[in-house]
Nanobody
Framework: QVQLVESGGGLVQPGGSLRLSCAAS????????MSWYRQAPGTERELVAA????????NYADSVKGRFTISRDNAKNTVYLQMNSLKPEDTAVYYC????????????WGQGTQVTVSS
């Protein structure tokens, strides 16, 4: 059974930091390109950060470049999103995604974790 379980969300003040984690199970984690998306109320889900190759190349949304960092630990089947200098506009539900390196037929989503940036 495939599972992606996010954790680490919460309420943080502007300028603060959070680290999201996504624990994967039920598939060969190292064969998957992992990424983070987010969706704020009334908006479409958008890509935040992604591994674009199994070699570790990454891509970031312009709005988070220099503030967010995606990383992964294949030994722990976990992908992380370190978020620094958080802004109120970063408030959203953050979703973990895993897509097979060779085919989009295998594409999995977590249930999401809420991040709220507010004073």
């Amino acid at each position: 059974q495939v599972q992606l379980v996010e954790s680490g969300g919460g309420l943080v003040q502007p300028g603060g930091s959070l680290r999201l984690s996504c624990a994967a199970s039920g598939f060969v984690f190292s064969d998957y390109l992992m990424s983070w998306y987010r969706q704020a109320p009334g908006t479409e889900r958008e890509l935040v950060a992604a591994f674009v190759s199994v070699g570790g190349s990454t891509n970031y949304a312009d709005s988070v470049k220099g503030r967010f960092t995606i990383s992964r630990d294949n030994a722990k089947n976990t992908v992380y999103l370190q978020m620094n200098s958080l802004k109120p506009e970063d408030t959203a539900v953050y979703y973990c995604n895993g897509r097979h390196r060779w085919t989009s037929l295998y594409n999995y989503w977590g249930q999401g974790t809420q991040v709220t940036v507010s004073s």
